[in-house]
């Protein structure tokens, strides 16, 4: 529904002329209609929009403000790295969100640079841009955005990265011509001017935050600012919003994993947003943000009923090697025994011997590799992680 109240400004379109690559390759029906005009996107400026809401979208993302608030300061509290589990399980579900799936222990083994899932390798890049969010985002301007965006391709990458798209790009439709497109978004000589009144709304003081957040997210997919990697970076400006704000201040709440309880109506919520609906968006962030706080509950629970679990398996002192290895095993549940010493601080023997005592208790077992090459893995971790994950799209509206 379009919200009569709020008048919130609809995108408009322009005709650009389109010149068919000859070299492309498609269909007849495709290759004839790959030319002459088609219609972009012309977003409206919402740099001094006003935000007027409807009162049930105001008190719910009051309401999901008040859960990611208590959430963050609980979680937060607790010794466990807590901040890099939810990281990574955030990181993890955004990008499912673009259909890059990947086991936990794929994401583990990537990290240590063993993975031989190419989408495994692309969520650890979404952890660094998500990292860069966080880092970045007392200035979010320009330079953060495409940091931001750089930590998330430039590995793979490169040439995509470090400036504001040059090229149209669309959305569906096939690669041979916007024409069939299901959304076009602007042509590139607008992105400058309109990241600039982005920034400008990002940096108003006068919207509630959450909202401001999910308001923020739109306009930034509806710019599509870059070629590739939009979804990943425009959630990871969430985050960056969310922290600058103080709303969070340790964990990134996996707000992604709350959208995949029902990705085609965040799609949906979207394109509703540049009809001009600016409460749908907003409903859709706030209820994944309830659900990301529930489900990442469950997490803070597994995880330290697992750390508990070994508490009872192993009785070492709190100081020692053995103690601090488990610690780590949370956060990095796939080691080496020179990843472990060197987070450790301690020789490789050391840190051997730390290994050897949690396989013996049956915490490790064995992943890949053999002798000082041999790769540890601590299944329960990977375990809840693949859970979390589970319970998101099981959870599917």
């Known amino acids: 529904m379009v919200n009569d109240v709020t008048s919130w400004p609809a995108i408009s379109f322009e005709s650009r002329s389109w010149a068919r690559n000859e070299a492309a390759v498609g269909s007849r029906r495709q290759l004839r209609r790959a030319s002459g005009d088609y219609h972009a996107a012309i977003p409206a400026r919402i740099g001094r929009a006003s935000v007027v809401l409807e009162p049930e979208t105001l008190a719910a993302a009051d309401a999901a403000s008040h859960a990611l608030a208590r959430f963050d300061a609980e979680a937060g509290a607790v010794i466990a790295p807590f901040p890099a589990i939810l990281l990574r399980a955030e990181s993890s579900s955004s990008s499912e969100v673009e259909n890059l799936t990947a086991g936990a222990k794929q994401v583990a083994l990537a990290e240590i640079g063993a993975a031989r899932s190419e989408n495994a390798r692309l969520v650890v890049a979404n952890t660094r841009a998500m990292d860069a969010a966080i880092a970045l985002s007392t200035d979010l301007d320009e330079d953060a955005l495409i940091a931001m965006h750089a930590a998330l391709l430039g590995e793979t990458a490169p040439h995509f990265v470090g400036q504001w798209r040059q090229e149209q790009v669309w959305i569906g439709g096939g690669a041979v011509s916007p024409h069939d497109a299901d959304f076009v978004p602007p042509h590139h000589e607008r992105v400058p001017e309109l990241m600039h009144d982005l920034l400008d709304f990002v940096d108003r003081t006068d919207v509630p935050l959450l909202a401001q957040a999910a308001i923020a997210h739109a306009q930034f997919e509806t710019i599509h600012p870059f070629p590739d990697g939009n979804g990943r970076t425009g959630r990871a400006l969430i985050h960056a919003m969310l922290h600058r704000g103080g709303l969070t201040r340790n964990l990134t709440v996996p707000v992604s994993a709350g959208l995949l309880r029902s990705p085609h109506a965040y799609f949906e919520a979207l394109s509703d947003y540049r009809d001009g609906d600016v409460d749908a968006i907003v409903h859709a962030i706030t209820y994944a943000s309830f659900a990301a706080v529930s489900n990442g509950t469950r997490l803070v629970a597994d995880i330290n009923d697992i750390r508990d679990g070994w508490n009872e398996l192993v009785r070492a002192r709190t100081d020692s090697s053995v103690h601090r290895l488990m610690d780590l095993l949370l956060e990095r549940p796939v080691i080496r025994v020179a990843t472990a010493a060197r987070f450790l601080e301690v020789s490789e023997v050391a840190a051997g011997t730390a290994i050897n005592r949690l396989a013996d208790s ?21 375990d809840a992680l693949d859970e979390f994950a589970a319970r998101a799209r099981r959870d599917r509206l």
């Open 362 to 382: 049956g915490i490790l077992t064995k992943a890949a590799g053999e002798n000082r090459y041999r790769i540890w893995q601590a299944s329960e971790v990977l």
